[in-house]
């Protein structure tokens, strides 16, 4: 299954909206942002995630190579921010893209994502 084919069982914002009510993430977490600014497209945001979080050289790069690579993280707490930036081009992906964080927030116990919004 190719990314933009997975299914979006259920809104990604509902989805997280729960990991919220998880309880805090633990205070050893390695806390890394996302600038929602510099992933215009599907290859910037990918090769951005993928800077940011140190993932291997050409790991990562597509929707399911993410969801794997964020399971396998350590603690780590993922931050985006200006969400609104976030390939305006393409709301399906942005959608699906997503997605696959919260359910990687959902599925491990070391990972934990959230959006923030700055301020202008």
Same mark, same amino acid.
């Given at each position: 299954?190719?990314?933009?084919?997975? =299914?979006?069982?259920?809104d990604w914002?509902?989805?997280?909206?729960?990991?919220?009510?998880?309880?805090?993430?633990?205070?050893?977490?390695?806390?890394?942002?996302?600038?929602?600014?510099?992933?215009?497209?599907?290859?910037?945001?990918?090769?951005?995630?993928? $800077?940011?979080?140190?993932?291997?050289?050409?790991?990562?790069r597509?929707?399911?190579?993410?969801? $794997?690579?964020?399971?396998e993280?350590?603690?780590?707490s993922?931050? !985006?921010?200006? =969400? $609104?930036?976030?390939?305006?081009?393409?709301?399906?992906?942005r959608?699906? !893209?997503?997605d696959v964080?919260?359910?990687?927030a959902?599925?491990? =116990?070391?990972?934990?994502?959230?959006?923030?919004?700055?301020p202008?």
């Amino acid at each position: 299954m190719t990314g933009a084919e997975l =299914p979006l069982e259920e809104d990604w914002e509902d989805r997280l909206e729960e990991t919220a009510l998880s309880p805090e993430p633990e205070p050893l977490r390695d806390e890394r942002m996302l600038e929602g600014s510099r992933m215009t497209d599907r290859a910037d945001a990918h090769e951005h995630i993928a $800077q940011v979080l140190a993932f291997p050289p050409g790991e990562g790069r597509d929707l399911d190579g993410l969801a $794997q690579l964020l399971l396998e993280l350590g603690p780590t707490s993922l931050i !985006l921010a200006d =969400p $609104q930036d976030l390939l305006p081009d393409d709301p399906d992906y942005r959608e699906a !893209l997503l997605d696959v964080l919260v359910r990687a927030a959902l599925d491990s =116990p070391l990972f934990d994502f959230r959006v923030e919004e700055r301020p202008f």
